[in-house]
């Protein structure tokens, strides 16, 4: 059963992974368990939610219109966010083994998110911490989306979300 991409909510924490393997299997689990589907994705790599959001925009388009490459609609929300039209490719958007700063996409029936959000926060043992700036965020992003010095020096640093949304955009726009 295909969740509904609607209803999300967000999870921002800390956490370590000795067995990156182990977890994912651990996180499938839990999906399965509690009827939710969970995207764990690396927070330094992240402009911020308006950038989750639209890859969330993409992935419900692509499974409307059976355009989807992941069967995951999880998957393929990493794929929009990582600005890659290979599956295999968007993982580097993902979590690893050793310590993660780490922001995770629920979806499922979330009419009342604290709880859902609380449970997983206790499951996982994901520590509490602040959000990322956008500034100690941009080597990351440089690199996750092959953003150039070039390209940032045109417009400045102020730039580098909006480059980081056209690489979204234009996934898939290339087929």
């Known amino acids: 059963?295909?969740?509904?991409l609607d209803d999300v909510c967000f999870v921002l924490g800390r956490m370590s992974i000795k067995n990156l393997p182990f977890f994912l299997e651990s996180l499938g689990s839990y999906c399965e368990d509690h009827t939710l589907t969970?995207?764990?994705?690396?927070?330094?790599?992240?402009a911020d939610i308006?950038?989750?959001?639209?890859?969330?925009?993409?992935?419900k388009e692509s499974f409307s219109n059976h355009t989807n490459a992941a069967k995951n609609p999880g998957l393929?929300?990493?794929?929009f966010a990582s600005g890659q039209r290979q599956i295999d490719k968007a993982y580097s958007?993902?979590?690893?083994?050793?310590?993660?700063?780490?922001?995770?996409a629920i979806f499922g029936d979330l009419r009342n998110p604290e709880p859902v959000k609380s449970l997983f926060v206790d499951e996982f043992q994901l520590?509490?911490?602040t959000p990322t700036t956008l500034q100690e965020k941009k080597p990351?992003?440089?690199?996750q989306f092959g953003i150039t010095n070039e390209e940032l020096g045109v417009g400045g640093d102020d730039k580098l979300k909006d480059l980081v949304m056209e690489r979204v955009a234009l996934v898939d726009v290339t087929r």
């Open 1 to 4: 059963m295909e969740p509904d």
């Open 38 to 46: 969970i995207q764990g994705f690396d927070e330094r790599k992240v």
């Open 50 to 59: 308006d950038h989750l959001l639209f890859a969330i925009h993409r992935t």
């Open 76 to 79: 393929e929300m990493m794929r």
């Open 93 to 104: 958007m993902g979590l690893a083994t050793g310590d993660n700063k780490c922001i995770f």
């Open 127 to 129: 520590r509490r911490t």
């Open 140 to 143: 990351y992003l440089m690199s």
